[in-house]
Protein backbone atom coordinates (compact mmCIF):
# COMPACT_ATOMS: atom_id res chain seq x y z
CA UNK A 1 0.00 0.00 0.00
CA UNK A 2 3.21 2.42 0.63
CA UNK A 3 5.08 1.70 -2.11
CA UNK A 4 1.94 1.70 -4.63
CA UNK A 5 1.62 5.76 -2.65
CA UNK A 6 5.24 6.51 -3.35
CA UNK A 7 5.10 5.14 -7.12
CA UNK A 8 1.62 7.61 -7.26
CA UNK A 9 3.64 10.22 -5.99
CA UNK A 10 6.41 10.06 -7.52
CA UNK A 11 4.45 9.60 -11.21
CA UNK A 12 2.90 12.78 -10.16
CA UNK A 13 5.55 14.43 -9.53
CA UNK A 14 7.11 13.11 -12.84
CA UNK A 15 3.97 14.21 -14.59
CA UNK A 16 3.78 18.22 -12.74
CA UNK A 17 7.91 18.46 -13.79
CA UNK A 18 6.47 17.60 -17.49
CA UNK A 19 3.82 19.70 -17.67
CA UNK A 20 5.82 22.62 -15.93
CA UNK A 21 9.19 21.53 -18.18
CA UNK A 22 6.32 22.20 -21.62
CA UNK A 23 4.90 25.18 -19.77
CA UNK A 24 8.28 27.19 -19.75
CA UNK A 25 9.35 26.29 -23.17
CA UNK A 26 5.56 27.74 -24.62
CA UNK A 27 6.42 31.03 -22.60
CA UNK A 28 10.31 30.94 -23.60
CA UNK A 29 8.87 30.47 -27.47
CA UNK A 30 6.02 33.10 -26.58
CA UNK A 31 8.53 35.62 -25.13
CA UNK A 32 10.94 35.09 -28.32
CA UNK A 33 8.24 35.71 -30.55
CA UNK A 34 6.44 38.98 -28.94
CA UNK A 35 10.35 40.52 -28.93
CA UNK A 36 10.54 39.56 -32.54
CA UNK A 37 7.31 40.72 -33.32
CA UNK A 38 8.15 44.23 -31.32
CA UNK A 39 11.49 44.46 -32.79
CA UNK A 40 10.40 44.40 -36.73
CA UNK A 41 7.39 46.60 -35.99
CA UNK A 42 9.79 49.35 -34.66
CA UNK A 43 12.25 48.92 -37.57
CA UNK A 44 9.13 49.18 -39.63
CA UNK A 45 7.79 52.29 -37.65
CA UNK A 46 11.80 53.79 -38.28
CA UNK A 47 11.69 53.38 -41.24
CA UNK A 48 8.64 55.11 -42.47
CA UNK A 49 9.75 57.65 -40.09
CA UNK A 50 13.37 58.18 -41.51
CA UNK A 51 12.10 57.86 -45.06
CA UNK A 52 9.70 60.76 -44.44
CA UNK A 53 12.27 62.84 -42.42
CA UNK A 54 14.55 62.68 -45.18
CA UNK A 55 12.32 63.85 -47.42
CA UNK A 56 10.99 67.00 -45.68
CA UNK A 57 14.36 68.15 -44.47
CA UNK A 58 14.85 70.60 -47.38
CA UNK A 59 15.39 73.99 -47.78
CA UNK A 60 12.06 74.54 -49.22
CA UNK A 61 9.22 77.64 -49.49
CA UNK A 62 7.22 75.64 -47.10
CA UNK A 63 9.78 75.18 -44.46
CA UNK A 64 11.19 78.81 -45.23
CA UNK A 65 7.55 79.98 -44.29
CA UNK A 66 6.54 77.79 -41.16
CA UNK A 67 10.09 78.99 -39.78
CA UNK A 68 9.36 82.95 -40.66
CA UNK A 69 5.60 82.54 -38.94
CA UNK A 70 7.02 80.44 -36.40
CA UNK A 71 9.94 83.30 -35.56
CA UNK A 72 7.29 86.43 -35.53
CA UNK A 73 4.17 84.30 -34.11
CA UNK A 74 1.66 84.76 -36.75
CA UNK A 75 -0.74 82.03 -36.26
CA UNK A 76 1.76 79.75 -35.31
CA UNK A 77 -0.04 76.77 -34.49
CA UNK A 78 -2.75 76.97 -36.82
CA UNK A 79 0.00 76.88 -39.85
CA UNK A 80 2.30 73.86 -38.46
CA UNK A 81 -1.23 72.11 -37.87
CA UNK A 82 -2.39 72.51 -41.66
CA UNK A 83 1.34 71.65 -43.32
CA UNK A 84 0.60 68.48 -40.93
CA UNK A 85 -2.55 67.24 -42.04
CA UNK A 86 -1.81 68.06 -45.72
CA UNK A 87 1.03 65.97 -45.60
CA UNK A 88 -0.16 63.28 -43.73
CA UNK A 89 -3.36 62.98 -46.20
CA UNK A 90 -0.96 63.01 -49.00
CA UNK A 91 1.48 60.20 -47.73
CA UNK A 92 -1.54 58.16 -46.77
CA UNK A 93 -3.65 58.18 -50.06
CA UNK A 94 0.08 57.75 -51.13
CA UNK A 95 1.01 54.40 -49.71
CA UNK A 96 -3.01 53.49 -49.72
CA UNK A 97 -3.20 54.21 -53.09
CA UNK A 98 -0.48 52.44 -54.40
CA UNK A 99 -1.24 49.57 -52.50
CA UNK A 100 -5.06 48.88 -53.84
CA UNK A 101 -3.51 49.41 -57.45
CA UNK A 102 -1.28 46.53 -56.58
CA UNK A 103 -4.12 44.43 -55.01
CA UNK A 104 -5.80 44.81 -58.57
CA UNK A 105 -2.49 44.62 -60.34
CA UNK A 106 0.04 42.26 -58.60
CA UNK A 107 2.19 42.71 -61.89
CA UNK A 108 2.92 46.11 -61.17
CA UNK A 109 5.08 45.17 -58.19
CA UNK A 110 7.95 44.98 -59.91
CA UNK A 111 7.60 48.48 -61.88
CA UNK A 112 7.01 50.51 -58.88
CA UNK A 113 9.95 48.57 -57.03
CA UNK A 114 12.18 49.79 -60.27
CA UNK A 115 10.55 53.27 -59.97
CA UNK A 116 11.47 53.15 -56.35
CA UNK A 117 14.85 52.25 -56.40
CA UNK A 118 15.89 54.68 -59.51
CA UNK A 119 13.72 57.77 -57.57
CA UNK A 120 15.45 57.09 -54.29
CA UNK A 121 19.35 56.40 -55.67
CA UNK A 122 18.69 60.19 -58.01
CA UNK A 123 17.11 61.87 -54.95
CA UNK A 124 20.35 60.60 -52.66
CA UNK A 125 22.64 61.84 -55.83
CA UNK A 126 21.06 65.08 -55.11
CA UNK A 127 21.32 64.94 -51.97
CA UNK A 128 25.34 64.30 -52.57
CA UNK A 129 25.72 67.40 -55.01
CA UNK A 130 23.84 69.56 -52.52
CA UNK A 131 26.07 68.85 -49.99
CA UNK A 132 28.85 69.73 -51.88
CA UNK A 133 27.29 73.09 -52.73
CA UNK A 134 27.31 75.93 -49.92
CA UNK A 135 23.41 76.22 -48.64
CA UNK A 136 22.26 78.58 -46.27
CA UNK A 137 18.63 79.24 -45.51
CA UNK A 138 18.01 82.98 -46.00
CA UNK A 139 14.37 84.80 -43.68
CA UNK A 140 13.11 87.92 -43.68
CA UNK A 141 11.59 88.69 -40.68
CA UNK A 142 9.49 91.52 -41.81
CA UNK A 143 6.34 91.51 -40.11
CA UNK A 144 3.06 90.96 -42.61
CA UNK A 145 -0.26 91.92 -41.64
CA UNK A 146 -2.40 88.93 -42.99
CA UNK A 147 -5.32 88.07 -41.00
CA UNK A 148 -6.81 84.06 -40.50
CA UNK A 149 -8.31 83.14 -43.88
CA UNK A 150 -5.08 85.06 -45.71
CA UNK A 151 -2.73 82.84 -43.56
CA UNK A 152 -5.06 79.73 -43.72
CA UNK A 153 -5.00 80.34 -48.15
CA UNK A 154 -1.12 80.85 -48.31
CA UNK A 155 -0.40 78.17 -46.40
CA UNK A 156 -2.26 75.76 -48.68
CA UNK A 157 -0.62 77.47 -51.60
CA UNK A 158 2.76 77.57 -50.54
CA UNK A 159 2.04 73.92 -49.58
CA UNK A 160 0.13 72.49 -52.58
CA UNK A 161 1.30 74.39 -55.34
CA UNK A 162 4.91 72.95 -55.32
CA UNK A 163 5.41 69.80 -57.09
CA UNK A 164 8.11 67.99 -54.97
CA UNK A 165 5.28 67.47 -52.81
CA UNK A 166 3.49 65.17 -55.10
CA UNK A 167 6.51 63.43 -55.65
CA UNK A 168 7.47 62.75 -52.62
CA UNK A 169 4.26 61.75 -50.39
CA UNK A 170 2.13 60.07 -53.40
CA UNK A 171 4.84 58.52 -55.34
CA UNK A 172 8.29 58.02 -53.16
CA UNK A 173 6.43 57.34 -49.74
CA UNK A 174 3.65 55.93 -51.71
CA UNK A 175 5.96 53.42 -53.62
CA UNK A 176 7.33 52.30 -50.76
CA UNK A 177 4.73 52.13 -48.22
CA UNK A 178 2.93 49.59 -50.69
CA UNK A 179 5.23 46.85 -50.15
CA UNK A 180 4.02 46.78 -46.26
CA UNK A 181 0.51 45.11 -45.99
CA UNK A 182 -1.78 45.16 -43.44
CA UNK A 183 -0.29 46.38 -39.92
CA UNK A 184 3.00 46.72 -41.51
CA UNK A 185 1.53 48.86 -43.91
CA UNK A 186 -0.23 51.37 -40.95
CA UNK A 187 3.06 51.26 -38.84
CA UNK A 188 4.93 52.62 -41.97
CA UNK A 189 2.33 55.34 -42.35
CA UNK A 190 2.60 55.92 -38.41
CA UNK A 191 6.39 56.41 -38.67
CA UNK A 192 6.39 58.70 -41.67
CA UNK A 193 3.72 60.96 -40.87
CA UNK A 194 5.03 60.92 -36.83
CA UNK A 195 8.18 62.62 -38.70
CA UNK A 196 6.18 65.14 -40.78
CA UNK A 197 4.01 66.14 -37.32
CA UNK A 198 7.25 66.29 -35.57
CA UNK A 199 9.28 68.27 -38.07
CA UNK A 200 6.74 71.08 -38.58
CA UNK A 201 5.91 71.23 -34.95
CA UNK A 202 9.27 71.93 -33.83
CA UNK A 203 10.07 74.38 -36.72
CA UNK A 204 6.96 76.46 -35.60
CA UNK A 205 7.75 76.70 -31.86
CA UNK A 206 11.35 76.23 -31.95
CA UNK A 207 11.98 78.62 -34.81
CA UNK A 208 13.85 81.23 -32.86
CA UNK A 209 16.65 78.31 -31.82
CA UNK A 210 17.03 76.60 -35.14
CA UNK A 211 17.15 79.65 -37.51
CA UNK A 212 20.36 80.38 -36.16
CA UNK A 213 21.30 76.74 -36.50
CA UNK A 214 19.96 76.14 -40.35
CA UNK A 215 21.77 79.64 -41.41
CA UNK A 216 25.16 77.34 -40.76
CA UNK A 217 26.35 75.60 -44.24
CA UNK A 218 27.61 72.44 -42.07
CA UNK A 219 23.78 72.02 -41.05
CA UNK A 220 22.49 71.53 -44.38
CA UNK A 221 25.78 69.63 -45.65
CA UNK A 222 25.18 66.87 -42.62
CA UNK A 223 20.86 66.69 -43.33
CA UNK A 224 22.29 65.77 -47.00
CA UNK A 225 24.54 63.22 -46.13
CA UNK A 226 21.76 61.94 -43.97
CA UNK A 227 19.42 62.35 -46.95
CA UNK A 228 21.36 60.31 -49.06
CA UNK A 229 22.21 57.70 -46.85
CA UNK A 230 18.90 56.85 -45.75
CA UNK A 231 18.09 56.21 -49.52
CA UNK A 232 20.09 54.58 -50.73
CA UNK A 233 20.01 52.18 -47.70
CA UNK A 234 16.20 52.34 -48.65
CA UNK A 235 16.91 51.44 -52.48
CA UNK A 236 19.46 48.65 -51.55
CA UNK A 237 16.11 46.70 -49.33
CA UNK A 238 14.40 47.51 -52.52
CA UNK A 239 17.07 46.01 -54.97
CA UNK A 240 16.99 42.66 -52.71
CA UNK A 241 13.12 42.35 -52.97
CA UNK A 242 13.63 41.59 -56.95
Not at 22 to 42: D, E, H, M, P, R
Not at 115 to 135: D, E, M, R, S, W
Amino acid sequence: MIAQSVEQVTENHRVGSSILSQATTFLNSTKFIINLIKGYSISIFLQGFLVSFSLIVAIGAQNIYVLKKGLLKEHTFLIALICFLLDASLMILGVKGVGKILELYPSFFIYITWFGIIFLVLYGLLALKNALTPQKMQISTIKEKNNLTQTIVATLAISLLNPHVYLDTLMLVGSIGSHFKGLQQNLFILGAISASFIWFFSLAYGSRVLIPLFRKTLTWRLLDIFTAFIMFYVAYKFFLEI
